[in-house]
């Protein structure tokens, strides 16, 4: 079974500049997260899609972030203008039901660097 | 707000040695997760637990859950170099799949 695929795997922008990640969850799996890692730290949730809705998007910093699922299967990530805080690993994330029972699956990331 | 937090937050240990890790979140779940990151790389699922008293094992490592006390052990049992790793523990919101992840725990483990 293919794991939850990631694009790009490295990125490096300056402050201000936009950038867009690319996340394919696991086939069949309708539920799919971001997280934002920042170093030594854990992952914290950014936004979670069931199918194409947001089910939470409460710590998205929605004047720089947004995040889409349109079809219900991949999924982006965009940051515009990006600050120096924003320097992290995105990870995607995918589960098969939204309920808790089973983990959810991580795919490789992404790690960003502002300069 | 709620607060996962682990101990140690780094753990050196000798090959062969036994140790527990701790993890205490601040409000009621019945739900935590274990999870391993290897540098550089993404986080493995270690285990689920979906109830108080549940126990998992798989080689080397145990999960407890107590949810009275708030509280998940992860336990080291005869530690190998392989172990090393930082291990992350996460809790359930209301059944929500939205997870609160813990400090981490890096874990070192000496030959």
């Known amino acids: 079974e293919a794991g939850v695929a990631q694009s790009p795997r490295y990125k490096i922008i300056e402050k201000r500049q936009s950038v867009a990640f690319w996340c394919n969850p696991i086939s069949g799996h309708a539920t799919l997260y971001w997280y934002q890692q920042i170093l030594g730290q854990g992952p914290k949730l950014l936004i979670q899609f069931q199918n194409n809705g947001v089910v939470d998007d409460s710590q998205l910093p929605k004047d720089r972030f947004s995040a889409e699922r349109l079809k219900g299967v991949d999924s982006t990530l965009k940051i515009q203008p990006a600050k120096l805080e924003d320097s992290a690993v995105y990870l995607c994330?995918?589960?098969?039901?939204?309920?808790?029972?089973?983990?959810?699956?991580f795919g490789p990331g992404t790690r960003l660097l502002v300069l | 707000e709620l607060k996962v937090e682990q101990n140690p937050l780094f753990l050196s240990m000798q090959e062969g040695k036994n140790y527990t890790i701790y993890c205490n979140y601040s409000t009621t779940s019945d739900r935590l997760y274990w999870y391993r990151q290897d540098p550089g790389k993404s986080l493995e699922s270690l285990f689920v637990l979906l109830s108080n008293g549940a126990v998992k094992q798989e080689g080397r490592l145990m999960a407890s859950l107590d949810t009275k006390a708030r509280l998940s052990t992860l336990h080291i049992t005869a530690a190998v170099h392989d172990l090393s790793a930082t291990y992350f523990c996460a809790v359930d919101i209301e059944a929500t799949n939205k997870l609160i992840f813990g400090t981490g725990t890096l874990l070192a483990v000496q030959p």
């Open positions: 994330a995918s589960s098969l039901v939204p309920t808790g029972e089973e983990t959810q699956y």
